[in-house]
Each structure stands twice: as structure tokens, then as C-alpha cells.
């Protein structure tokens, strides 16, 4: 499956079929009229919508959270000018296609974190801190968040995280160790688990 996964994501950088797409992709970013750019690819865990602004990655999305509604969402909070831009994204593509094999263990792309603040940004900010093939409950996560009593507000932090898979919000369960909520489903939380502990 991950040998599928990484040909497939390069097929989908290296093989677009619209050179003429390319070439307004191109002329919109030359004019500054490109703020977002996005692609959609697949993995273990189905179809991904990955959006990105000059300044990194914005928007992870599963397919259960419609790409459409994504991509509106993301025209009224960012900016109407987006344009589909697979040559944008070779970078993220090739560390997604390494973590699914199981080759690498933290992402290293500039992140763009405008759609997430204060509390939740704090939350965010402390999700790479834990550690691959590891788990924290709410609980810990609201304590290092610095507002312990908090957990209400982090499990909404988690729902709400803007970059899933890359910012490692799967790695937050119930005090009790099940999985609780999670964007992509609780099948996608049970993969991600699984591969790292693995």
C-alpha cells in the first residue's frame, strides 16, 4: 500500500495533465494573485486536501470533511484567489509518502498558522512536542497548553486543528487511552496509532 501511495502522489505532482493549468498557476503567483494553493492526494487514510499560502501549509482535510466546503471555508477566511497548484506541494507530498512508510517521524515544511489562535494555538504549538508512537491525554495536553483545567477546550482544539497528520493532534486520547474524537474518523485515528506504535 505505501509503494502505491508514493507513486500515486508523485504521478500526481509530475503528470499533470493541464500544462495550460500550469501556466496560469505560474502567471497568478508571477502577478501575486495566487494567496492559495491547493491539491488534493491520496493515502492509507483516504483522500487528502492539502492547501498552502506563501508563508506554509494552512489546511490539511479528509475526504469526510468535504474538500468543496474546505476549499469555500478557506475563500471567505484567507482569500477568494485559489487555484489547484500540485508543483507547490512536492515537499509535503514526499515527507507524507516517508511518514506512511514509516521513514520519518516529524514533519519539517513551513506551517502557515493564521486559522488557529490563542488557546488552540497554544495547543497546537504543543502538539509536535509529543513524541511519535507516543500518546498524551486531554488532560496533560490542557496542562502543558498552560490551562489545566482546560480539557473541554483542547478536545475542541483538536477537532479544529487546521493541519492534522502534519500537527500530530491523533496522538491525543481519553485519560482512559481510547481514541475519542477525531476529524478523519475514528478509523484514520486507529491507523495513525497503529503505524506509530508499530
Known amino acids: ?3 502505491f501511495f508514493f507513486m500515486h502522489l508523485r504521478d500526481d505532482i509530475l503528470l499533470d495533465p493541464n500544462p495550460m493549468h500550469e501556466r496560469l498557476v505560474a502567471d497568478a503567483a508571477r502577478e501575486g494573485l495566487l494567496d492559495v494553493a491547493y491539491h488534493t492526494v491520496g493515502s492509507p ?4 486536501l492539502l492547501a498552502a499560502t506563501e508563508e506554509g ?3 490539511v482535510a479528509f475526504d469526510r ?3 468543496d466546503a474546505v476549499l469555500t471555508e478557506l475563500a471567505s477566511s484567507i482569500s477568494p484567489r485559489i487555484l489547484r497548484a500540485p508543483s507547490r506541494f512536492e515537499e509535503v507530498i514526499r515527507q507524507l509518502a516517508e511518514y506512511f512508510a514509516g521513514e520519518r517521524r516529524a514533519f519539517d515544511v513551513p506551517l502557515d498558522l493564521r486559522l488557529a489562535r490563542g488557546f488552540r494555538r497554544a495547543v497546537l504549538d504543543h502538539l509536535p512536542e509529543i513524541a511519535y508512537g507516543h500518546t498524551e491525554s486531554y ?35 481519553r485519560s482512559d487511552g481510547s481514541y475519542g474524537q477525531y476529524a478523519g474518523g475514528e478509523e484514520a485515528k486507529r491507523v495513525l496509532l497503529t503505524m506509530e506504535a508499530a
Open 1 to 3: 500500500m505505501t509503494d
Open 45 to 48: 487514510i483516504g483522500s487528502l
Open 57 to 59: 501549509l494552512v489546511k
Open 65 to 67: 470533511q468535504d474538500h
Open 139 to 173: 488532560a496533560q495536553v490542557a496542562a502543558a497548553a498552560g490551562s489545566p483545567k482546560a480539557v473541554r477546550a483542547v478536545g475542541t482544539a483538536c477537532a479544529l486543528n487546521p493541519l492534522p497528520v502534519v500537527v500530530p493532534c491523533h496522538r491525543v486520547v
